[in-house]
């Protein structure tokens, strides 16, 4: 039943997509290009995103105890925040700008075969499969300075 709602919200989740005009690179840096031909409309999505997500999120915590399929409710936490968070987090919003696109757009426009397209995500499974493999730069919250 697990893997049918992942199915499902997975679904729901590249429709969304491509009717927002997520899955077009050319939109999403329109977007991003707020001094050229900046196209607001993909804030109107996000909007529209956040307040479902408020409205979903206050729903379900004051009225289940614990979520369909996991023993307790998972929050991030201030503990969270770390440099690798944050300078991931950098390295995505950067590659977004440059290529118009996030891992699920681009997987969502990868049977529309476009030269983009075809790029991106190989060197986005690239990109993935070297931060699981490479070692990563620790910090230390003591002194702030790399290892």
Not at 45 to 56: D, I, K
Not at 131 to 145: I, Q, S
């Amino acid at each position: 039943m697990k893997q049918l709602f992942a199915l499902l919200s997975g679904l729901v989740f590249g429709l969304g997509l491509i009717l927002s005009g997520m899955a077009d690179p050319a939109k999403v840096q329109n977007f991003l290009d707020l001094f050229g031909t900046w196209d607001p409309s993909l804030a109107f999505v996000m909007g529209g995103a956040v307040l479902v997500a408020f409205v979903g999120f206050t729903l379900l915590t004051r009225n289940l105890s614990r979520p369909l399929f996991d023993s307790e409710f998972r929050f991030p936490t201030k503990a969270d925040m770390d440099a690798k968070l944050i300078s991931g987090a950098a390295v995505f919003g950067v590659g977004w700008g440059l290529g118009g696109f996030c891992p699920g757009p681009a997987l969502t426009a990868l049977p529309l075969a476009a030269t983009g397209t075809l790029i991106f995500v190989p060197f986005m499974l690239l990109g993935m499969w070297l931060a699981r493999h490479t070692p990563a730069l620790t910090f230390t919250a003591e002194k702030g300075t790399a290892q």
